[in-house]
């Protein structure tokens, strides 16, 4: 008879050419995941488990236009893995989305919730369309039948949406309401990223970037480096980049240069960060920003800083200019500033790496303070939510310090190794239904 079973003895990698390109940031995750795995030596069985997303769902979502015409949408929602808990990750709308991008985006999500121990596993979903040229209308009409089309797997304890490119708490609540409808009452602890008003958490908006200041001053602590004076560049000005130079400006750093898509501002006496958040309010972007010399994108990256911050775009520290990077510290808040080949080139200089996966962390843990809270039905004052994220981050960023020296590796790889240590110890114990 055929022996139709896969080999167990040898790592097969079947799904590694759905990851896109070397220089593609998701294929830099999974490498980076495959570096871990080995070094954790998984178990075959294990290890074939941990790199297929559980489920992956495409569904049809035809959507009345204004014109009176039906226009059928593509809709995506991958399931990566949900051993530790429900399925955790955002929607985003865009035409540039495809099931290989969410599919990573998606184990993503898996190995940054277990990094910083939150009860969830990885998710991700999206919907092929170009949300800049439909009307609201159209926009809350095409939220819904995305939600219907993926309504058996969505719920509070098996998947919970959050905004992501493209989405923002007004298309959250218009799922939370159908999928509400659905089930006959209200349900808010089906997705996060909601409005306050309507279950949402105090401090939400502001949780990545206030993460990214808890594991800054975490990291000066451990190279036993002051906060006072600290400079600081941070590339990007969005939610990310400015809520992190406002509050590491507030604890005393100095913020000397800043960017956006439209070019950058240095100062090396610091920068007024209140000062230029205002500026950007009423101007769009920083162009035109006085208060500073003008510099490139590319300049900021290598300036001779304590700290850079990138929180923009990903892949922007690659092999090319990492070798110039002068910073002793970088804190990745963006997804995947630097690719696999600029590691090598920062651990050989020195230069100590808070990892995206934990250093951009601080949404999803309060994502998950926002659905605990809307489980309770009991909402915190914004100082406890604060405290909390301020509780989990530094714990979390002394247990990869400890898991880095423990292991002698670096900082990211230290993260998956943690990150998919725990998610691997889940499946164990809970055992391998095959
Ligand atoms: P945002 O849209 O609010 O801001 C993005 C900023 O980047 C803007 O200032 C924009 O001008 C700038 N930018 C765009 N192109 C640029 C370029 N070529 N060079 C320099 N700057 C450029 O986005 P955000 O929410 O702040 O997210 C930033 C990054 O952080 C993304 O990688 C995102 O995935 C990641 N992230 C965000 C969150 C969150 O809660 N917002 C959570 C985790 C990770």
Known sequence: MTDLRLPTNTIVK??????????????????????????????????????????????????????????????????YNTSRGPAKGGIRFDMNVTLDEVTALAAWMTWKCAVVNVPFGGAKGGVICDPLRMSAGELERLTRRYTAGIINTLGPDSDVPAPD????????????????????????????????????????????????????????????????????????FGNVGSISARLLAREGCKIVAVSDRTGGVYNASGLDVDDVINWVKHHKTLEGYAKGESITNDE???????????????????????????????????????????????????????????????????????????????????????????????????ELCHYAEKHNVDTRTAAYMLAIDRVAYDTRMRGIYA
């Not at 997705?191 to 800054?216: D, H």
């Open 165 to 236: 490119v493209n989405t923002n708490e007004r298309v959250m609540a218009w799922i939370m309401d159908t999928y509400s409808m659905h089930k006959n009452h209200t349900v808010t602890a089906v997705v996060t990223g909601k409005p306050v008003e309507m279950g949402g958490s105090l401090g939400r908006r502001e949780a990545t970037g206030r993460g990214c200041m808890f594991v800054t001053k975490e990291a000066l602590a451990h190279l036993g480096m002051t906060v006072k004076g600290t400079t600081v560049a941070v590339q990007g």
């Open 300 to 398: 900021l990256l290598t300036l001779d800083v304590d700290v850079l911050l990138p929180a923009a775009l990903e892949n922007v520290i690659t092999t090319k200019n990492a070798p110039k990077v002068r910073a002793k510290i970088i804190c990745e808040g963006a997804n995947g500033p630097t690719t696999a080949g600029a590691d090598a080139i920062l651990e050989e200089k020195g230069v100590f790496v808070i990892p995206d996966i934990l250093a951009n962390a601080g949404g999803v843990t309060v994502s998950y303070f926002e659905w605990v809270q809307d489980r309770m039905g009991y909402f915190w004052q914004e100082s406890e939510v604060n405290a909390r994220l301020e509780e989990k981050m530094v714990a979390s960023f002394n």
């Open 14 to 79: 079947p799904d590694k050419d759905r990851f896109l390109h070397e220089e593609n940031p998701f294929e830099g995750m999974m490498s980076r995941f495959d570096k871990a795995a080995d070094l954790l030596d998984l178990e075959p069985g294990l290890y074939k488990v941990l790199r297929k997303p559980e489920k992956q769902i495409i569904v049809a979502c035809p959507t009345m236009m204004d014109n009176g015409e039906i226009e059928v949408f593509t809709g995506i929602r991958v399931l």
